[in-house]
């Protein structure tokens, strides 16, 4: 069983950063793929950014240039940095990951932590 912790939100106003985290623990575990999602009231789940286990990220086109995605594998922790922040950006945003190897994997997905974002 691994567990996700996002934090980081809070209410900013457009142009402000948040640098949001996500903390995974458990036991016996390697997170495989990994990213941050969001949602928006009245909207679907969609992709911001990813970041596969050699390193490579995708991001959404929304946010690229924006928001930058890492992660830390000694520390289990996945962070996305988020700059210049629009009203549209307002979300919940929520920290997924993989754990396994392809055909044996469990996917997780943390409580998520609000991003609001005024004009």
């Known amino acids: 069983q691994v567990q996700l912790v996002e934090s980081g939100g809070g209410l900013v106003q457009a142009g402000d950063s948040l640098r949001l985290s996500c903390a995974a623990s458990g036991r016996n575990f390697n997170i495989n793929f990994t990213g941050w999602y969001r949602q928006a009231p009245g909207k679907g789940r969609d992709l911001v950014a990813t970041?596969?286990?050699?390193?490579?990220?995708n991001y959404a086109d929304s946010v690229k240039g924006r928001f930058t995605i890492s992660r830390d594998n000694t520390k289990n922790t996945v962070t996305l940095q988020t700059n210049n922040l629009k009203p549209e950006d307002a979300a919940v945003y929520y920290c997924?990951?993989?754990?396994?190897?392809?055909?044996?994997?469990?996917?997780?997905w943390g409580q998520g932590t609000q991003v609001t974002v005024s004009s």
């Open positions: 997924y990951c993989t754990v396994g190897v392809p055909g044996r994997l469990s996917s997780y």
């Open positions: 970041i596969n286990s050699d390193g490579t990220t």
